[in-house]
């Protein structure tokens, strides 16, 4: 079975860091790119971060841009998110998501059950 | 960045009812979008991908069309499980965007 688990939310202080990690099983890890996506409470999806299955190219957006690090560990199966200088609009469900298909510009089929970041003093 | 807005922001519908859903994007995307159903306190699930392509073990009833600005995701007639919310994502450029979302709930 495809499954992605994430894990590694938790309550920080604003200008804290957090480390979210998603497990991987099921298929090919290092044949997909791998995507973070959150959910701010009641709010819409944003799309945050995305890296190719190597790992060599990654995609940010302007909102994360220079605080957040994807990374990925092809050996362990597992996709990373390295978050510096929180702030508390940084607050939601982080989701990590497999694109359907090679390219990090896709759709995500295979979602995680999300991990909550609260980010207040 | 392109702008996905979804149409209309809550749809009241019954059971066995057809459901019209819009989302219109800024600038075109081709056809590389995607829409997705998210119920309360689960992760999204992929419907649609590249504007009309069921994802897998998606029902028939679901299905997209559109191109270039335009898109719509029609469900043929509701089953119970079928409200929820919908949100649209588009690919063609960086950064990928989601549309705000359209809740189908039940009327």
């Known amino acids: 079975e495809v499954q992605l688990l994430e894990s590694g939310g938790g309550l920080v202080q604003p200008g804290g860091s957090l480390r979210l990690s998603c497990a991987a099983s099921g298929f090919t890890f290092s044949t997909y790119a791998m995507t973070w996506v959150r959910q701010a409470p009641g709010k819409g999806l944003e799309w945050v971060s995305g890296?190719?299955?190597?790992?060599?190219?990654?995609y940010y957006a302007d909102s994360v841009k220079g605080r957040f690090t994807i990374s990925r560990d092809n050996s362990k199966n597992t996709l990373y998110l390295q978050m510096n200088s929180l702030r508390a609009e940084d607050t939601a469900v982080y989701y990590c998501a497999k694109l359907l298909f090679g390219s990090a510009a896709g759709a995500f089929d295979i979602w995680g059950q999300g991990t909550m970041v609260t980010v207040s003093s | 960045e392109i702008v996905l807005t979804q149409s209309p922001a809550t749809l009241s519908l019954s059971p066995g009812e057809r459901a019209t859903l819009s989302c219109r994007a800024s600038?075109?995307?081709?056809?590389?979008l995607a829409w997705y159903q998210q119920k309360p306190g689960q992760a999204p699930r992929l419907l649609i991908y590249?504007?009309?392509n069921r994802a897998t073990g998606i029902p028939a009833r679901f299905s997209g069309s559109g191109s270039g600005t335009d898109f719509t995701l029609t469900i043929s007639s509701l089953e119970p499980e079928d409200f929820a919310v919908y949100y649209c994502?588009?690919?063609?450029?960086?950064?990928?965007?989601f549309g705000e979302g359209t809740k189908v709930e039940i009327k």
């Open positions: 590249d504007a009309s």
């Open positions: 600038q075109s995307v081709s056809s590389y």
């Open positions: 994502q588009q690919r063609g450029n960086w950064p990928l965007t």
């Open positions: 890296i190719s299955g190597g790992g060599g190219i990654t």
